[in-house]
């Protein structure tokens, strides 16, 4: 049997949390997180220039920017289930130093001049791969490391700092490939890698031990079974996990088809100046979503801001695929950014508390699985037939009517279901 939903840690409801720039351990892990984003961010721009400017395929560039989801829907069960089953700290030190040594191998291998687009390809998918684990192990050493009352707080400020530097790294992306060529990007995206490990053995915080022993612990596809079985069984969790992916869906149709929506309904073509700030106007937005949310968290229960921000992010999707100017398109495309991303910290954070410590690797890498892994890619996918059969703004309306869909899921709780001590973030 499943255990039910526990508290992380029996002391965290006694215990006054300390505030989370007191804690060493939290700074340390937030610090890897940021400095492996920022070096990622970099890379993603950097990789796909490389393998454009080894091949000129577009179909090879395709496939780079493939990897970066796909890893979920192979690995994610499996890496979830090993995170649980092991010291989470030394699988998200060996998951970093593993992925050092990858990128690290593409300027090597260039200085010597013998890089291939086979390796490129390779190298993307395995560094995407790679960081499936480290994030599965992650989510359960947040709750360890801050503990259950504090758990909203640090995934605003993880996540909010991902968002930023993500924004950052991406506007200097283009000033470093020129100055230190797409290898050269790749090299210090290694390094990054490198320090992360280093921040991560630095913690002392004792590990979550609470799970089966080595003795008593199920056979592996019974432990990922598990871990379905207890998603499946909390009814605020599944249908959280199903908007999630819905969402996702309809965030992977814009995103895939903002370029095209901005020249052909904004009238903003690819070169314009103007399209940069389109996307940065969805991060931004979402940095303040992130942002927002443990404050909410604290008036209301996570399932009441599901049914709140669902319909919101419904609306703001409809009235961004109307827009016809990009004077009006900019605010409404940051407020949808800001909802959207809170819907999403909004569900990993309920997930985290709900979650007994044994089993957060299993489920929230399963919730992560269907929402990055097939949702956004399933959304791009979709949105690049329907542009392609009809016009942009029918591929976003489909994508705005997944998220309208995503919001009936939210009101088929039921009303007792919402707020509790959990959902509160302690």
Not at 3 to 8: K, N, R, T
Not at 111 to 126: C, E, K, M, R, S
Not at 241 to 262: D, E, H, M, P
Request: charged content about 15%; some cysteine; aromatic content about 8%.
């Amino acid at each position: 049997m499943t255990p039910p939903p526990s508290d992380i840690s029996d002391q965290d409801e006694e215990a006054k949390p300390q505030r989370l720039l007191h804690n060493r351990d939290f700074r340390l892990f937030w610090l890897s997180r940021v400095l492996s984003g920022a070096g990622s961010a970099v890379s993603y721009v950097a990789m796909p220039i490389l393998v454009y400017r080894e091949t000129g395929s577009p179909l090879l560039v395709s496939l780079v920017a493939a990897g970066e989801a796909m890893p979920y829907v192979f690995f994610g069960l499996l890496a979830g289930a090993l995170a649980d089953r092991m010291n989470r700290r030394r699988l998200m030190m060996a998951a970093d130093i593993l992925n050092a040594l990858c990128l690290a191998s593409i300027p090597l291998v260039a200085a010597f001049h013998y890089l291939t687009a086979a390796h490129i390809v390779i190298a993307a998918f395995l560094s995407s791969s790679l960081y499936v684990f480290f994030d599965a192990a992650g989510y359960g050493v947040v709750p360890t490391v801050v503990g259950k009352a504090q758990i909203p707080e640090a995934n605003s400020a993880i996540w909010g700092a991902e968002a930023t530097v993500r924004i950052v790294g991406t506007a200097m992306a283009g000033l470093l490939v020129a100055a230190l060529r797409p290898t050269g990007v790749l090299a210090l995206d290694a390094a990054t890698f490198l320090a992360s490990a280093l921040l991560i053995r630095a913690l002392t915080t004792p590990p979550d031990d609470s799970g089966p022993t080595a003795v008593d612990r199920p056979r592996f596809l019974e432990s990922i079974r598990e871990g379905l079985r207890f998603l499946w069984g909390q009814p605020e969790l599944k249908a959280m996990t199903v908007s999630g992916c819905l969402q996702s869906f309809a965030g992977g149709a814009f995103i895939g088809q903002l370029v095209i929506f901005a020249d052909r309904c904004l009238g903003i073509k690819e070169s314009d100046p103007r399209i940069g700030l389109m996307f940065t106007a969805w991060s931004v937005g979402g940095v303040l979503g992130s942002l927002a949310l443990p404050r909410l968290l604290r008036r209301v229960g996570a399932v009441q801001i599901m049914r709140v921000a669902l319909p919101a992010s419904t609306a703001l999707g409809l009235l961004t695929a109307l827009a016809s100017d990009w004077r009006l398109a900019l605010p409404t495309i940051a407020a949808w950014g800001t909802v959207y991303l809170m819907v999403i910290v909004n569900t990993v954070t309920y997930a985290q508390t709900v979650t007994p410590g044994p089993l957060q690797g299993r489920v929230n890498t399963t919730r992560r699985m269907l929402s990055s892994g097939v949702g956004a890619p399933a959304g791009a996918m979709a949105a690049g037939l329907v542009t392609a059969s009809f016009d942009v703004r029918a591929g976003l309306l489909m994508a705005v009517s997944a998220i309208a869909l995503s919001a009936v899921f939210a009101w088929t709780l039921p009303t007792s279901a919402a707020p509790s001590s959990a959902t509160r973030g302690g």
